[in-house]
Structures are given as C-alpha cells and as structure tokens.
C-alpha cells in the first residue's frame, strides 16, 4: 500500500531557496571576515618580526663592538713607553716596523711591543683587542686579534625596483687573529662580516683627557694616541620604512686607570736613580676620582 502524501509521519516541509540564500550570505559574511582577521594577524606578525629584525640587528652590532673595545689591549695601561736615547734607539726599533703604516709604535720599558691604534677616517677603525675566540680547535690563534671596522657601499637588489639601499653603506668587521706581529697588515685577506646595513653615517671620537672633549682625530692625542680609554660611536642608518635612525653610545675599555709615570718615579727612587722616565701619564688628572666625562 502506497502511503499518503498527506500521511502524518511523512514531512514534505524543506528549504526555500530564499533560506538558502540567507544561509550562503551569512556563511560568506563569516568566511570573509576569518580570512581578513587571518590576514590581519599575518600582515602585522611579518611587521612586527621585521621590526624586531632591525632591532636584533643594531642591538647585535652594539653587542659585537661592545665587545671588541671593551678589550683593547695595550701594554701602556700597565707599563710607561721606552723613550728613546742613542743607547736604546736600535733595540727600541728592531725587528718592527713603527712607521705610519706599521703595526706597532715602539716598546715598553718592560720590552712589550706597542700596537698602533689607527683612524685613518672618520668611519674606520684598526685596533689590537683581547676578544678573539677560536673558532678552529687546535689552530694558532690566542685571544689576541687585529681588528677593523669600516664601511663599504652596499649593493642595491637590480631585480627590486622598490629597493632604496643606493647611497647606503654596510658596517663591515674584519679580524686578524694569527700572525699578529707582522709588521704589516693586509686587510684583503680577511673575510668581511657584515655587522649593520643600510648606514648613512658613521663616526668614531676619542676621549681627549687633556681637552676634555671628544676629538675625531687621533692625532690630537699626541702620545697619547695608542693609549685609548674611551670612543664614542655615532651611527645614522635608513631603516625599511625610509626613516633616518640614529644611535650614539660611549664604550669604555676594562682597564682601570695607572699613573705610569708616577709608577716610574717611585721605582728610580727606590733604586736611587734620578731620570725622567720616558712614560706617558696615563692617569686621570686630580679631583676627577680617576673618571671619564662624557
């Protein structure tokens, strides 16, 4: 027996098509504003990471000079400079080159070969610094390491057109950690790291305790010119967004602060000699509390 249409367990009732429309536009009004919350969320997490980036970097390259001159090594923190007479000239200056290209300036009254701090640029900088840290197991290399930072020009992407680099500079350090008594240094050789990108300007100055200013020219320092207690790095760089940032930080060596000269004296006097000695004063002036003012 065929049942009924009008039977009462059977339902004839189902979806209109306007129900279906209504159902289809509140599922697309659900789906689209997902996907924009979706995207939203993945446009300001690639911001954010990118900004986080830039800032990973400049906090890292701080880092890495921080480091570096922390630990300038040189052996007139602890020890006066030989001056030179007619007796000592020879062996003063033998076996080195102390010329303006050289890597050493003479040597300590305890025979310690001198490094020569160098700037030839404002925007460059050759030191001699404890830092080093053997990246080869058994290689010849100690703690000490020449190194040199400077700035070369970067190169913009040809396959980006809204690439903006051109004019920009990348903060580049090299490293010499074997053969470090060479008389001269070949700074071809090295492989550059790139520390920071996208420089506009860089500037190295040094604590002139005389003057008590910061001074871009080393040879203001005179004799003091190797004995560096203080630079100060000022650095302006073009970020992704096309705004200029700068930073401005004062490192410090470890060293703490000797009289040399004073050592010199006292050490003459207890063996009953009376000569000058031939140091440097590299102490900080009275009433200043052995302090570097900024």
């Known amino acids: 027996m065929v049942p009924s249409k009008n039977h009462p367990n059977i339902n004839n009732a189902g979806f ?57 090594y040189n052996p007139l923190y602890f020890n006066s400079k030989l001056a030179p007479t ?10 080195q080159n102390t010329s303006s290209n050289g890597s050493f300036d003479g040597k300590t ?8 701090f160098k700037s030839e640029e404002k925007s460059s900088i050759v030191f001699l610094t404890l830092a080093n840290r053997r990246k080869i197991y058994n290689s010849k290399e100690s703690r000490f390491a020449w190194v040199k930072y400077s700035l070369t020009p970067m190169e913009p992407d040809p396959e980006n057109p809204d690439d903006n680099s051109s004019g920009l500079f990348n903060l580049i350090r090299q490293s010499i950690a074997s053969d470090i008594y060479s008389s001269s240094l070949d700074w071809q050789k090295p ?21 008590k200013k910061f001074t871009s020219s080393l040879n203001e320092l005179n004799e003091n010119k190797n004995l560096i207690r203080s630079i100060k790095l000022s650095i302006k760089w073009i970020d992704q967004e096309n705004n200029e940032q700068k930073i401005e930080k004062t490192f410090r060596t470890i060293f703490p602060l000797f009289n040399t000269k004073l050592d010199e004296l ?18 900080a002036p009275p009433n200043t509390g052995g302090t570097i003012e900024d």
């Open 266 to 283: 006292a050490i003459k006097a207890a063996a009953g000699q009376s000569d000058q000695p031939g140091g440097l004063d590299n102490s």
């Open 16 to 72: 209109t098509l306007v129900e279906v429309l209504i159902a289809i536009t509140i599922l697309s009004f659900i789906s689209f504003s997902t996907y924009k919350m979706v995207d939203s969320n993945t446009d300001t997490k690639e911001r954010v990471v990118k900004e986080d980036q830039v800032t990973i970097q400049g906090l890292t390259a701080i880092g890495r000079l921080d480091s570096d001159f922390s630990q300038i």
């Open 109 to 116: 009254q305890n025979g310690s070969l001198i490094p020569q």
């Open 191 to 211: 492989k550059p790291q790139i520390v920071m990108d996208r420089i506009k300007e860089l500037e190295f100055q040094f604590w002139d305790e005389r003057s």
């Open 86 to 95: 007619t007796a000592n000239l020879d062996s003063i200056y033998s076996d």
